[in-house]
């Protein structure tokens, strides 16, 4: 076993102030991305997966946002390099597809323009090299008559087509870590299923590692090598795919799993109650209101992830004591 | 490209005419008749046989119809008639004092641009800032001040109290200076609080966003997504101050004895010299148009979605 971990993320903090207080909208998360795999990152709306993946790549850097932790790419901590330092990270060692790539684009640009000003912000390349390096990317991404399409305008594309573009130019630059925000929301599902596999098939050519981020179960148990589930700015629970859909142990993973759809029952199982505010939150498990398994001791639990067993961590407090207890359990 | 151009072209033609048609039944609305008028102008009696001879010359006897296509048949081969006042060809005076307005108008647009421009760019990245807020404040102060008072601010502290500038008259660049300015800060407020406003709200585009996570340097954002972006408001709404600058400035002309059209038309509307006017009125809607025509032509070659809206 020779995994190489790629991008090394440790208790990552990321609060933002608003008109009536602090947010913490990422509250202590720690990940490992490692090449050639893919680490899923799942949560409901607003639960931080976005301004995660942004502030890894010093995008949320607005005036009063307090970025804490470690983040890891090569030795170097991403989270306090300077403004030109991380601008050469961006795209090159670490590249990101977003979600809506139709609005991602500039309308007054052709897609070879993006493509070379992307080259040439990373690479001393010629015209002709950047174009033919952008060329081959794009028969990678299973596009046809590359000369032609580079000459085209962002609003000339299909949503499809366009992503494959995004996936091109995020991999022209063989970064290490690949970010894929939402990649496939806003596509329907056949085309869904296309970018997934050639995404899944780039990532053996390039090697990357790849951060998927979505709140699709069905996308990340098709992708994801290791899943991350993540609420309210904490990951809840992380293990591998097979082990968390088999047997989730975080109360919040068992309640995503029961609302997925199923063909036998007419009605959509929901998750009751709301998600907490994260406006001034003051600790205790954020889970706690809508939970089903709670117990007197939650509402004071400080969340954190503990090890369920070698690949398998859980940051409930149902596991959390029991660990203690076998900690002063004496032998 | 050009196929845009051409259509738009083409479309121009009925426009054109559609002005023709409410310039020349402008002189039939006024109450006054244009053959009395020339007969006052002229310092002749306007006795009932005078006017009729006066009319049988102009033509005003002939049906409205045939009166139109032998004005219009004229106005093709660039003849508006004689001034009433100076009996000299109307086209001719014009091209006498069209220069001279297109010369301020030119000054004009050059001092808009180059303090619109970057004023708004800047004031843009470094919103809410001093610099921003100083400029806001200055912004509010150039769109609000009259001209007449401006220029006769301007007039009293460079020309009398400094002597720096001359105050009226055209001649050299110095005399440029004065009029341009007056003319140039109302609009060159008005433009960078409008290109600001078009920065933020591209600043704030998924694209940009996307621009930056690709590692692009921040300056070639800020210029070729940001700014070209945010130009095509601005470029459009540009047009029409141009026109208006075109116009000829009735106050700033007549303040600095700019010798412009505005002063011009101003006398003949005055006098009433009918054929003037008339002329004006059409020449105004055409270089209007002409500036349209223009600021669509720039704002396809910066926005392909126009340029290739149709055939896709």
Not at chain 1, 292 to 308: A, D, F, M, N
Not at chain 2, 272 to 279: C, F, G, L, N
Request: charged share 20%; with cysteine; glycine share 6%.
């Amino acid at each position: 076993m020779n995994e190489q971990v790629v991008l090394d993320v440790k208790d990552l903090h990321v609060s933002l102030p608003s008109m009536r207080g602090v947010v913490g909208a990422v509250n202590g998360i720690s990940m490992q991305i490692t090449e050639g795999k893919v680490l899923g990152l799942v949560g409901e709306s607003g639960c931080g997966k976005s301004i995660t993946c942004l502030s890894l790549l010093g995008l949320t850097k607005e005036e009063g946002w307090v970025i804490a932790g470690v983040a890891k790419i090569q030795g170097k901590n991403l989270l306090t390099l300077g403004p030109e330092e991380i601008r050469k990270i961006r795209g090159k060692e670490i590249a990101i597809i977003m979600q809506n790539p139709l609005t991602a684009f500039n309308p007054l640009m052709t897609i070879e323009q993006h493509f070379l000003e992307t080259i040439g912000s990373h690479l001393l390349l010629s015209k002709k090299e950047g174009r033919n390096l952008a060329g081959r990317y794009l028969e990678y991404t299973g596009l046809s008559q590359p000369s032609k399409l580079l000459k085209q305008y962002p609003f000339q594309l299909s949503g499809g087509m366009i992503q494959r573009v995004m996936i091109a130019i995020a991999l022209a630059l063989e970064p290490k870590v690949l970010i894929a925000d939402e990649p496939t929301t806003s596509l329907d599902v056949t085309v869904q299923r296309q970018i997934l596999c050639q995404l899944a098939r780039l990532k053996e050519k390039v090697r990357t590692g790849i951060l998927l981020v979505s709140h699709d179960l069905g996308v990340i148990a098709q992708m994801a090598d290791e899943v991350a589930v993540m609420y309210c700015g904490c990951i809840v629970e992380r293990a591998p795919v097979e082990r968390l859909f088999n047997q989730p142990l975080h109360p919040y993973t068992k309640a995503l799993m029961a609302s997925k759809p199923k063909m036998q029952k007419k009605t959509l199982q929901a998750i009751g109650g709301q998600a907490p505010s994260l406006l001034n939150f003051d600790g205790g498990c954020p889970f706690f209101e809508r939970c089903h398994e709670k117990s007197c001791c939650c509402s004071h639990y400080k969340q954190e992830l503990v090890q369920y067993d070698d690949k398998h961590w859980v940051g409930c407090a149902k596991f959390a004591v029991k660990q203690r207890m076998l900690y002063y359990e004496p032998a | 490209m050009g196929r845009f151009v051409a259509r738009r072209i083409i479309s121009l033609v009925p426009v054109l005419l559609g002005i023709s048609l409410l310039t020349f039944v402008l002189i039939h609305l006024v109450p006054v008749d244009p053959a009395e008028v020339y007969l006052r102008l002229s310092q002749i009696p306007p006795t009932d046989e005078a006017v009729a001879v006066i009319r049988a010359e102009m033509g005003l006897n002939k049906p409205l119809h045939q009166q139109y296509f032998d004005w219009l048949w004229k106005v093709v081969h660039l003849d508006f008639g004689k001034s009433f006042v100076t009996k000299k060809p109307v086209m001719a005076e014009l091209l006498y004092y069209f220069p001279a307005t297109l010369n301020l108008a030119a000054a004009s647009l050059l001092i808009v641009l180059l303090i619109s421009i970057p004023v708004g760019v800047f004031s843009a990245l470094y919103k809410d800032t001093a610099f921003d807020q100083i400029c806001r404040i200055l912004a509010f102060i150039g769109a609000s001040m009259p001209s007449f008072w401006l220029s006769f601010v301007l007039i009293y502290i460079l020309s009398l109290e400094l002597n720096l500038l001359p105050a009226f008259g055209r001649g050299t660049l110095a005399h440029l200076v004065l009029p341009a300015t007056t003319l140039a800060l109302g609009a060159a407020a008005v433009y960078t609080r409008l290109l600001r406003t078009s920065m933020l709200e591209n600043l704030n585009q998924n694209f940009v966003l996307y621009a930056r996570a690709r590692g692009l340097k921040e300056k070639l954002i800020v210029v070729r997504h940001v700014l070209k972006n945010a130009l095509i408001p601005v470029v459009i709404a540009f047009g029409m101050t141009l026109g208006h600058m075109l116009a000829g400035s009735v106050i700033v002309e007549n303040v600095f004895a700019w010798p412009g059209v505005g002063r011009y038309i101003v006398s003949s509307i005055f006098n009433r010299d009918y054929p003037v006017i008339q002329a004006y009125a059409l020449f105004m809607a055409v270089v209007f148009v002409l500036l349209n025509l223009f600021a669509d032509i720039i704002c396809a070659t910066l926005d392909p979605r126009i340029r290739l809206g149709g055939d896709k």
